[in-house]
């Protein structure tokens, strides 16, 4: 039931996000749209803004479906791509307002996810370090992340397969030299 309740205020959220923006809807318009108390959304959540970063761990979390290996990798940065989009007004909207640090985050722990299971496939085997298996999948966490935010920042316009693509041949390989550049380091 407390999933449900979590749910349906993230429906009412991005319903109230197409009418106004993030800083003009209150707990209260959300509670009588849902029909529940405030007590029972401060049972959920600590604040409209806790609210917002729940909803995008929580579609991020669904976009990723387990595409976390290197054969798959592409097609999850896809589906957080298309998450992104099918949500452009809420993100837009939450993008453009003093929280904009939700979405840094939101993508940061996705892409993060993504990446670190890549890597972690990748140097399997290997004397790499769990230290040096995080700095890598950070440096390209940092890289996706920043694309990202350049793709919501400019209105998520441009053809968002075309970046996954150009992503894909920029990385291609260097995730296996960076775990190679550091294996050979460790001798």
């Known amino acids: 039931m407390s999933n449900l309740t979590k ?23 959300l ?7 405030r007590m029972s959304f ?31 990798w592409q097609e999850g940065l896809t589906s957080i791509f298309e998450a992104v989009l099918q949500n452009k007004p809420f993100i837009l909207n ?12 939101f993508l940061f722990t996705t892409v993060h996810d993504l990446i670190l299971g890549v890597v972690r496939e990748k140097a399997q ?3 790499i370090s769990e230290e040096q298996i995080q700095f890598i999948a950070d440096f390209y966490k940092y890289s996706f992340v920043g694309i990202m935010l350049d793709w919501i920042g400019k209105g998520m316009n441009e053809d968002y397969n ?26």
């Not at 939450?94 to 985050?105: A, C, F, G, K, M």
């Open 125 to 127: 085997g290997t004397n």
């Open 94 to 105: 939450v993008y453009h307002t003093t929280t904009q640090d939700s979405i840094e985050r």
């Open 42 to 72: 401060y049972y959920h959540f600590k604040d409209i803004y806790d609210l917002v970063e729940w909803s995008c761990i929580y579609d991020a979390t669904n976009a990723l479906k387990g595409n976390k290996t290197y054969d798959t």
């Open 31 to 37: 509670t009588d749209d849902v029909g529940i108390s």
């Open 162 to 187: 075309e970046i996954v693509y150009n992503m894909a041949n920029t990385l291609h390989g260097s995730i296996a030299n960076s775990i190679s550049n550091f294996t050979n380091e460790a001798k």
């Open 7 to 29: 749910l349906a205020l993230e429906q009412s959220l991005k319903r109230f996000l197409l009418k106004k923006p993030l800083d003009k809807i209150t707990i209260k318009d």
